[in-house]
């Protein structure tokens, strides 16, 4: 079975930092791309930063310069590093990947349980 389990998630001030992992476990032969999505109450999922397994990095507009998502093929992770984090940031943060399982079977949008995110003075 096939499961993400984010981590790092809490509260922090505005223009504080955070770091959030991510670990895919399972039986895993490939992973295609991993990203963060959040959603904040009231709206709609979006995505945040994903990256390819050929490091191919894709942002938010409203993230950019400020979020670096980085990943590890090898150990099966991806990292969200948040600096200068706005109260408009305040979400439930996702981790998504699509990968390969041994067998055949290909997970497209696997999803973990989410983590909160909070920045409030």
């Known amino acids: 079975q096939v499961q993400l389990v984010e981590s790092g998630g809490g509260l922090v001030q505005p223009g504080g930092s955070l770091r959030l992992s991510c670990a895919a476990s399972g039986h895993i032969f490939n992973i295609n791309h991993m990203g963060w999505y959040r959603q904040a109450p009231g709206k709609q999922r979006e995505l945040v930063a994903v990256?390819?397994?050929?490091?191919?990095?894709n942002y938010a507009d409203s993230v950019k310069g400020r979020f670096t998502i980085s990943g590890d093929n090898a150990k099966k992770t991806v990292d969200l590093q948040m600096n200068s984090l706005k109260p408009e940031d305040t979400a439930v943060y996702y981790c998504?990947?699509?990968?390969?399982?041994?067998?055949?079977?290909?997970?497209?949008?696997?999803w973990g349980q989410g983590t909160q995110v909070t920045v409030s003075s």
């Open positions: 998504n990947a699509d990968l390969d399982v041994f067998g055949g079977i290909r997970y497209r949008d696997k």
């Open positions: 990256i390819s397994s050929g490091d191919q990095t």
